[in-house]
Each structure stands twice: as structure tokens, then as C-alpha cells.
């Protein structure tokens, strides 16, 4: 026996000229809309981006050094690639430092002695709990990250010098070309404060220690540090200043 229950279904979206007219009588909802995919785009092809600044300024170092033939029939970014990739790896050489690291007697050669020519090194004799050794380390640590390209490191005063009295601590040196070119020996020589504009000062006074890997020259480096240092001494004077008002 023939199933008279069964429903025509027709094409989602489909409508009858009924339809139709019922709608425009109000009878029936609105038709939705028929359905439409999105029109297909394909992927981006890396390749096919126009070579330009922006382009070379998007690559990683390594992906720059691997664009060296690729790159020899455009004079203009083979040059600009090159000048990328010195900026780069200039960068990556003044951020290695940025912090006054730890050493034992063991690291003093290789760490100081042995360090690359061109870079300044300043050596923290210190005892453990000694208040000016934190003083003066305070002092340091806020220069290392002011002047990354010049390398920081702390040792133990006895662990660099077999007894050297507590007396000459704090005691900084002075290292360029594994030689020794400055010694400062206790507090009293950064000044009764011993702020940290004063000790970069103190550092700079004979040869260009202090290094911020940006500025460009030694000189602007050096006006820099002067600038600060006065900056520092005038807010000071201001703060005295106001506070004697007050006391009054």
C-alpha cells in the first residue's frame, strides 16, 4: 500500500509562484536569503610580495644571509640587505652585556683579561655585607643596563686579590685590552653620594668607559653623561632647597 504521508521537499530556498503571493499578502515571512559561498581566494604567496625596504626590514637574520644570491640583479636591496643585517648583528653584539654579572677567580682570565678589544670592562671588588659595597653595587647595576655595550662583573675581593684588605672596599677596575687602565679604591672616590651619574662621571673623567652602543661617538656618550650628572645635581640642590623652606 502506496504511503500517503510522504512530503515533497524541494531545493532549500526554492519557492512556489503560491508563495510568492502569499508573501506579498503578508501570509508568509519573508524568503531568506539564498545562500552564497564566499568568493575563493587563494593563500598569499610569499614570493610574489613586492621586494622592497619593507620587505627586507620583515627578514630574520638568518633568512637575510640566505637572500645573498637571491638578490645580486637589484643593486639598491642587496646594499640595504647588507646594511640590515651590520645593524642586526651590531645590535645583537650591544646586548649581550646589560646586567653586572657574577665571576669566580676561575672566569677573571676569560671574562676580563680575554674580553674582545673593543670592549670596556668594569671589575666590582666587593664583601659580602659590607653596606658601601651595596651602595656603590646599587650604583652599578642601574649604569650596566644604561650602558649595555660596556661589560659588568662583581667578584669577591678575595677570590680576585689572595687577601686584600676589606679596608680598600668597595674597589673598582678598570679593564680595556686585557690590560688594567683605571683603579678607584673605596667609596670616598665617587663622592660622599655616590649616585650613579656621579660614578659615570668618575669612570669617563680619562677614557671613554661608559659605552651605550646608540649614541655614536665617545664625545656624545661623554655629554651625555655631564648633562645627567648636572641634571641630577640641580634636581638635588632643589630638593635641599625645599626642604630647608619647609623646616623654617
Known amino acids: 500500500m502506496a504511503d500517503y504521508h510522504f512530503v515533497y521537499k524541494d531545493v532549500e530556498g526554492a519557492s512556489t509562484q503560491w508563495d510568492d503571493i502569499q508573501r506579498k499578502l ?23 610580495a613586492p621586494k622592497d625596504k619593507s620587505w627586507v626590514d620583515a627578514k630574520t637574520e638568518d633568512e637575510l644571509d ?29 646586548s649581550k652585556y646589560g646586567s653586572v654579572m657574577q665571576i669566580s677567580g676561575s ?28 651602595l656603590l653595587l646599587r650604583c652599578l647595576d642601574e649604569l650596566a643596563i644604561k650602558y649595555p655595550a660596556t661589560k659588568f662583573v662583581k667578584i669577591i675581593s678575595t677570590e ?25 679604591v673605596g667609596l670616598h672616590s665617587f663622592d660622599r653620594r655616590c649616585t650613579p651619574e656621579g660614578v659615570a ?29 648636572i641634571e641630577k645635581a640641580v634636581t638635588e640642590h632643589e630638593d635641599d632647597d625645599e626642604g630647608g623652606s619647609s623646616s623654617d
Open 26 to 48: 503578508g501570509n508568509l515571512p519573508p524568503k531568506p536569503p539564498a545562500f552564497k559561498p564566499p568568493p575563493f581566494e587563494p593563500a598569499p604567496d610569499p614570493d610574489s
Open 66 to 94: 640566505e637572500l645573498e644570491d637571491d638578490l645580486d640583479d637589484d643593486r639598491f636591496l642587496e646594499e640595504y640587505r647588507k646594511k640590515r643585517l651590520a645593524e642586526m648583528k651590531e645590535a645583537a653584539k650591544v
Open 107 to 134: 672566569d677573571f682570565v676569560r671574562e676580563v683579561s680575554q674580553a674582545p678589544q673593543d670592549v670596556w670592562v668594569v671589575v666590582f671588588l666587593y664583601k659580602e655585607g659590607s653596606p658601601e659595597c651595596g
Open 160 to 184: 680576585c686579590i689572595p687577601n686584600y684588605p676589606d679596608r680598600n672596599l668597595p674597589t673598582l677596575l678598570v679593564y680595556h685590552n686585557g690590560a688594567v687602565k683605571a683603579n678607584y
Open 201 to 229: 662621571l668618575v669612570l669617563c673623567k680619562s677614557d671613554p668607559v661608559l659605552n651605550d652602543g646608540q649614541s655614536g661617538s665617545e664625545q656624545a656618550v661623554l655629554e651625555g653623561i655631564r648633562r645627567q650628572f
